[in-house]
């Protein structure tokens, strides 16, 4: 059975969360932001299966000077579904004037045999910032990597600012693991950080360490590209990245909600970890939409 | 198409001797030769004996990126913003004669970053005895051999030998240690060359580059003497 | 309004010797070679592929958007969120003022005046290029197909001067790969008939990463 669901998600200025509509397998919990003003939303464990077929998305507003932070409580596992389609997951995500929006989810993770297509649409005001990670890992641990197309189109004030798609797997057009694109890297992400305080001369592009790179974009924007051998590697250098462009706001009870092991060490305990939350996905059918 | 059909001279035509604000270009003269010859020194020699009466810049096409570029920074022959390096692809002289869109690009930027400039010279990276340079890029081309290269150079001739506007023999000084004899040298370039213009230079000296300096000046003279450009 | 489509126009556009200065760049093949990523025939053809269903489609995208007509400021700006490396953007840039002083030359056109005139820093390479195939009578997926095979003749070219790669075997992969590029090409062209929001997006994580690195190298043969 396939499933479709949109959760939502809008958080108000006064630290308030006047929608959060958890959906399906999308169940969205309000959890705690230390800093006042901010609100903070765990996408928890049913995140962690798109089924082929299935339709997923989650629709995200942050209002006017409205400050979100959106994380989730594991690693996302594509899995194949008993249909031959690939599974649809859509993010629709929107900052207003002096919004800020911290995305800042565990991994995707390419099962074998999977095929997601994933769609991340940013719409960001002229005065919105936004943090935004993304890390694609191909396959679990020691196993070849599913299908995985993935679309990050980021506009701001209604201009383009970042448009790109990577696409991996035995679904993907050739090419994808050789020299130009991962060659053999079976983990790669992105961070990206939006601040209209840029706008004076975002930081010089400069690589981070052989197989990473911070490159400020053609707006006031910065993107940290990088590749590595599995997710823990990767995410030691998007930390790094994220502590020094956009750390946590001070006093902010998400620097220590940071569990060093729940996310990123996704081998054994993470497959347990989806093991147990899968039933939780495919046993609340009161939830499903169709 | 959203766009101003206004016209625009930048960068329409390659020899244009105008600049788009219809102001006369600089000249640009071409430096070639085989590797080693001293085409570097002799660029910096140039700068050295023209840059208080002359405003100038220059432009490298290194095999290796940046090499000679570094070496004219090195010799500080002039400021940083007046020497340009432009990548080549393994190719010098393509980049100089097949495809000149690169240079053109650097010529152009450095009159806009600096200019008005009197002179803009180009150098070749080292290459062969047939790298010549496009009419499209250069006004004039000096061809750099040196005496340690063989002595029978002139004799064989080659585009570079036959047809640049000046043929320099370097390193005059050696010719006694490598057995080269400066007449036979002399003579077989006039045979190959009938009118066109050979000076011999020792750049041990700095006094020594005077002959291409002064044929520059020349060249410099005949070019700014021409008819007022008409925008 | 129908534009004669002249075959033999495409070749002199798509043609190795067209002095547009993609001689001087190597497509990131330069990076690859020294990381040690492409030491073969075989890697050029992964890494080419690689760079076919890449920035190959979407340059092809733009260049065909642009052959198409669409508004070449839509087109560059989009370019440039393709393009999040600044060192390949500047490169993209060049590239594009240097096809643009070749293409006035070749088909003098008051659109191509206009283009180069509005953006006197060069517009993104494949907007040129579309414009140029415009210029020339040609069609969008002529465009395409112009930029798809530059996207991979460029690093073939370096990699045989840079290895010392047998030349047969070079021209072998683009061979090869001769399918693929008519496929991205129709994609590339199918995918402009859209507008600007549906053009190709398709990255390397690769490629931007190693484009910095190389940028900063003291010494480089290549431009990019």
């Given amino acids: 059975m396939s499933l479709r669901a949109t959760a939502r998600i809008a958080a108000g200025a006064d630290g308030s969360l006047p929608v959060l509509e958890s959906d399906g397998p999308l169940a969205l919990r309000r959890t705690r932001a230390a800093v006042p003003g901010w609100a903070r939303v765990t996408v928890v464990g049913a995140m962690s299966a798109p089924l082929g077929g299935d339709r997923l998305a989650i629709e995200t507003e942050v209002r006017e000077r409205a400050r979100l932070r959106v994380d989730s409580a594991a690693a996302t596992l594509a899995l194949p579904g008993r249909t031959a389609d690939p599974a649809d997951y859509e993010l629709r995500l929107r900052v207003g004037p002096d919004g800020v929006l911290r995305w800042l989810p565990e991994q995707l993770v390419s099962a074998h045999g999977s095929d997601l297509r994933v769609r991340t649409t940013v719409e960001l005001a002229a005065t919105a910032r936004l943090v935004l990670r993304e890390e694609q890992v191909l396959g679990r641990h020691g196993e070849p990597p599913g299908t995985l197309v993935s679309r990050l189109t980021v506009r701001r004030a209604g201009r383009p600012l970042l448009d790109q798609e990577l696409a991996y797997g035995p679904g993907a057009p050739g090419g994808w693991d050789g020299g130009a694109v991962l060659a053999g890297h079976r983990a790669t992400g992105q961070l990206l950080v939006v601040d209209p305080a840029y706008g004076a001369g975002p930081p010089a592009a400069r690589p981070l360490g052989e197989h990473a790179v911070l490159t400020p974009l053609a707006g006031p924007a910065v993107l940290v590209t990088a590749v590595a051998p599995d997710a823990l590697a990767l995410r030691r250098v998007l930390d790094a990245a994220l502590d020094e462009l956009a750390p946590e706001p001070a006093g902010s009870g998400c620097t220590a909600q940071r569990i060093p092991h729940s996310g990123y060490g996704f081998g054994k305990e993470t497959r347990v970890r989806n093991d147990e939350m899968a039933p939780l996905a495919k046993g609340s059918p009161e939830h499903v939409n169709t | ?231 | 309004m129908a534009r004669l489509t002249t075959r033999s126009a495409l070749l002199v556009l798509a043609d190795g010797r067209f002095p547009a200065g993609g001689h001087a760049h190597s497509g990131g093949a330069e990076a690859a070679v020294k990381a040690g990523r492409i030491r073969d025939a075989a890697d050029l053809e992964a890494f080419c592929l690689g760079r076919l269903h890449t920035v190959g489609l979407t340059a092809a995208g733009l260049a065909a958007a642009a052959a198409l007509g669409l508004d070449p400021y839509e087109l560059d700006a989009a370019a440039d969120a393709r393009t999040p490396s600044p060192a390949l953007r500047t490169a993209a840039r060049r590239l594009g003022r240097q096809l643009m002083r070749a293409a006035r030359a070749a088909w003098p056109d008051p659109e191509l005046d206009a283009l180069a005139a509005a953006f006197p820093g060069g517009a993104h390479q494949p907007v040129v290029l579309g414009a140029a195939a415009r210029a020339a009578g040609l069609g969008p997926e002529d465009a395409a197909h112009c930029a798809a095979y530059e996207t991979v003749g460029g690093p073939a070219t370096a990699v045989v001067r840079l290895l010392g790669l047998d030349p047969y075997r070079a021209t072998a992969v683009l061979a090869r790969l001769a399918p693929v590029m008519d496929e991205v090409a129709a994609r590339a062209a199918t995918a402009a008939h859209g507008g600007v929001d549906a053009l190709p997006a398709a990255s390397a994580p690769l490629l931007d990463i190693t484009a910095e690195q190389h940028a900063a190298w003291p010494v480089r043969l290549f431009a990019s």
């Avoid at chain 2, 180009?122 to 000096?142: C, H, P, R, W, Y």
């Fill in chain 2, 1 to 231: 198409m959203h766009l101003d059909h206004g016209h625009s001279h930048h960068g329409a035509v390659s020899a244009d001797a105008h600049r788009p604000d219809g102001t006369r270009r600089a000249l640009r003269i071409g430096l070639g030769g085989p590797v080693g010859s001293g085409k570097t020194a002799t660029v910096a020699a140039l700068c050295r004996q023209l840059r208080d009466t002359l405003s100038l810049a220059v432009v490298t096409n290194d095999i290796y990126t940046r090499e000679d570029a570094e070496f004219l920074l090195r010799e500080a022959v002039l400021p940083p913003e007046r020497i340009r390096a432009v990548e080549t692809g393994a190719c010098p002289h393509t980049a100089i004669r097949d495809d000149i869109s690169a240079n053109l690009e650097a010529v152009e930027e450095l009159e806009d970053a600096v200019g008005p400039l009197d002179l803009i010279l180009v150098e070749s990276g080292g290459d062969n005895l047939t790298a010549t340079f496009s009419k499209g890029l250069v006004d004039a081309q000096v061809f750099v051999i040196d005496v340690a290269g063989g002595d029978d150079i002139p004799r064989k001739g080659g585009p570079g030998v036959t047809t640049a506007d000046l043929l320099v023999v370097n390193k005059t000084d050696l010719a006694p240690h490598v057995g080269s004899d400066l007449g036979r040298m002399a003579r077989d370039a006039a045979e190959q060359r009938g009118e066109l213009p050979v000076a011999f230079t020792s750049l041990r000296s700095a006094e020594g580059v005077g002959p291409v300096a002064e044929w520059v000046r020349e060249r410099l003279a005949a070019w700014t003497a021409a008819p007022a450009p008409t925008a």
